[in-house]
């Protein structure tokens, strides 16, 4: 178990409370539920041979999905925390400087948003993260 929680670490899941401690418990099921929902697995928090495979996939390959993953949630103006770090380096990568990458959607993060989001019709350009946006962000970061 614990090298499946250290897998999931390295995949951009984190495990911020007990980390890899072997122990199969509520924050490791909830990251195993984010895996699968990221990438279109059945999402019912079991480690089953397909999400394995997409595990050992995943960190098997040099795509930018796991050096830059994308938060699954809507992320505006105000909020804190890893998940706006993440969306910062992705921006970062794919020249839509946020600049500092300080975890905090700020003015300068909300216009990097607004930037990239002005590039594409489908997008709603709000400034403000969320799935069709982090759609469009993956799009780029793996090209």
Do not use: C, H, W
């Amino acid at each position: 178990m614990k090298e499946i929680q250290q897998d999931l670490i390295q995949a951009g899941f984190p495990l911020p409370v007990f980390g890899a401690d072997g122990i199969y418990g509520e924050e490791t099921q909830r990251a195993v539920m984010r895996f699968q929902s990221a990438y279109g697995l059945q999402v019912d928090g079991l480690v089953g041979p397909n999400t394995l495979a997409k595990l050992k996939e995943v960190l098997g390959s040099s795509s930018p999905a796991i050096d830059f993953p994308l938060p699954d949630k809507v992320l505006s103006q105000g909020t804190e925390g890893e998940a706006v770090k993440q969306v910062q380096r992705a921006l970062k990568e794919i020249n839509f400087n946020p600049g500092v990458i300080d975890g905090i959607y700020g003015p300068n993060t909300q216009d990097a948003v607004r930037r990239f989001q002005s590039m594409y019709a489908a997008l709603a350009n709000d400034g403000i993260y969320g799935p069709n946006t982090r759609k469009y962000i993956r799009m780029e970061l793996n090209d």
